[in-house]
């Protein structure tokens, strides 16, 4: 393989693609992807957070072995991604959109020091050679977008929330996108001009700029995230459109557990508690999708352009999905499907792979994987001393994996949330929940509370906590060994790799005898 | 507290101390600590290997959390220990011995750079400010002894060898200390300049230079570990002298866990396996524990002397114990008391510390409980985010601690040892063991195998592995679920301390709103 092209998505329910099922929304060019490609249907996520859930995809490993546990917390400077294994290899990963990436104190020191040995790619972007990057309104990732409208004529100190991510009032006052009642609005830019066009005009011009050489590129929208806003046409496409039955059962929350309790305080849950507001919601989210789903195209279209289709593997996915009123709440973060279960598709041009082409893949997947599924593709080191993912190359070709695993993990930290202060806990509190998903069962395990249980072959939406009812401890049991035994595998020598390992076996230092008579 | 003295041994038997019940060893200087302070009866390492253990110590973490599972594995740069936390507080914690810190090549990376923000000392040296390095024959700190014995006249290109570990045949030939048949020997060395000698000495110039300000200091003794032989008149002090028994029950061992089978095939092993080389190995290894005992003396006589005794904490412990023969093994590594069990004795000189004087401790404390402890009697902060011990002082000064642990932890990672070759497993294989010991059981769970399990309150020499008994499954899944909520509570999220943790919560940054309608 020559290329690779791993375009993410933030927030994108895995159920809003029509390729994955979806009867309210079609996604023409996702769904051209999923023919092309392998779509695994049982994608999972190991944090329903950006931050965590990226630092997953970027390094192969769970948040508890890279340690950024939530939004704006570092991993340690040790831990390297999938950019960093490229660039050793004297490739690169290229960035064009966002990261959620925040380097640490001691990656910051060591950049100022300017000799750590290791580039400013490498401490301060997590690997990524940066062709643009974009967060949104976030200080790591605001100016490249800024200077862009403003060379397009955008005016105003805050040109993002001030166009791109607001409406205006009939009176020609901002509305502000990040409230939600301005979600029918049209954003106040010209759609060219847009988020979704910017970075996606970017990604192309790499595309083209880089046909004659191998590239990797990261192409990473900030969309269908907050705020809720679209530009014309997308803002109206679908506001008169039927929209999926909102997932509630009044009765579970009524008992339901502290932790979920607590959520509910949260802003985005009390807003999302309320049906009107959902309703009003939705059809900005599903444009957002729309518009991706358009630029997706040309960004297809270019790279069949400039004859590197097929030489290059395509990976599309997303960070997370969005409760969407789901359940009475909003954002993400929980445990619910609706959250933890992404849309994963695997397009490899090689021959090996034609014979699944156009397929779903029902086995479990995981964001842990795709760091390994673009090292196997390049040919590079699996750096099996770090990386928790396995390849998912094997699937995609068609080849025995019978060891395949048969269930999924994802964590959560609420240290930094609103729902710690409500449940009264300080800070030094372990605030973590662990998720085990079988294809039959999810367990939740928190941190002193009590564990969630569903038995998703009868109750797929997840109404019914079993996690307290005695007659399912075996089931509690079996699922925490599960558990028990993931956490038992996960990698923690980092700092030697396996050709040290076979190297040290069975061979003390020069001069050290042990043991002899 | 002004002053901390942090004695270690190197493979130290708890029951080698005349204070911790032994009838075969008279350590009259040990005991005279504990009646000053508190003897922690049921103390255990989280490591039965030196390098793990002792960076479990430095760090307050265990191995899967510090990263560094066998010897000559390096910890990541990330990584802090109790002494990178003195000299944040613009304290120093200073070494006089051994630490088997092993620097990564990150780590050496940004020290070539010369500019990370991190001294040498914390980058190469484990954060420890070095008076003198001694790890033995090794080539991390060799050169300190090597200078001392060259000066003193010792000749030949290897003198620690040659002369400090080494007797002497009749006819004058080296008798390399390595081959456990010189045991009987006296170590061609005067006493005076021997390895114990050598780094109490260092102890006891740098404790005379620094009566007059705050100092912390590391006193670690590379004995009795290997080479098993000691100067005169040490070497011959309990040739003649009584024995423990040897721990052995051969129907056991003729059906134990393959683990277990494996690490038969070490050299150690086969040598211990033989009685005659039990007998012959035990005196020099007591002569070995006699001779710290006597230099000991010498240094709290030198702390007395210089008026320091009333504002110094002194904790003694070791690293792990050893077999010697017992269960027909040698050295370390495995999981019975004998390796996992540790003297531990805290002497805090403050009034609140009267009250306990003398007494012995039944409840569990771990090795990664002395750095908190440290910190804790300096007033220097707790660093929660990552360690994972807690502080003996409240124990020690007789306060309430209702809810002190119940069991302790240990692990072991054998992938650099033959046994993973003996068992046929490849180098990318976990081969990681996980104890977990309450004061009636002991699990030990094997990735990849099943579990070990021992009822210690009828079985307390550990012959009887119930780990394949159908009828103790419940007794299992106990222990699993003790194993379970220990790894779920491990500290992970290391780049952020806990005020940032509490600046954070429920406060996004400026401009970001979610949820609002």
Redesign the interface.
Known sequence: MRNVLFIMCDQLRADYLSCYGSPWLRTPNMDALAARGVAFTQAYVQSGVCGPSRMSFYTGRY???H???WN???????ELTVGDYLSQAGRALHLAGKTHFEP???AT??W???????SAASLLQGGFEVVCRHEG???TGKEDYRRYLESAGYAGD?PW?QHANSGRHPDGSVA?G????HAHLAAHVAEPHSETAYVSNAAIDFIRRHRDEPWSLHLSYIKPH?PYIAPAPYHDMYRRAEQAPIRRNRASEAAEHPVLAAYRS???????D?ED?VRHVRPAYMGLIRQIDDHLGRVLEVLEQTGQTDRTLIVFTSDHGDFLGDYGF??KELFHDVVQRVPLIVVDPSAAADATRGTRDRRFAAAVDVAPTILDALGLPAQ?HRVEGRSLLPLVRGEAADDWRDCVFSEL?Y????A??VLGRP??A?C?G?MVRTADWKLV?W?GYRPQLFHLAEDPDEFHDLGADPAFEPVR?SM??R??AH????K?????D?DR??A????L?P???????
Not at 72 to 78: L, V
Not at 112 to 118: D, I, T
């Open positions: 948040p508890s072995s340690g950024a546990t704006f917390i570092p991993m340690p400077m040790s640490s104190a001691e020191a060591a100022r020091g300017g000799a750590s040995g290791r309104d976030l200080p805050d929330l502000s990040w409230q939600m009642r907050w949260h802003d985005e849950c009390r807003s999302f309320q507001v909003g954002e099996a930290d240290a930094t949330r609103r710690r202060h800070r030094d372990d973590r662990w395990a941190n049991q925490s060994a558990l028990l956490q038992l595998t996960l923690r020598r980092i700092a030697v396996l390992i076979e040290m076996t069975d061979n230092p001069g050290i005898h042990i043991g002899q008579w």
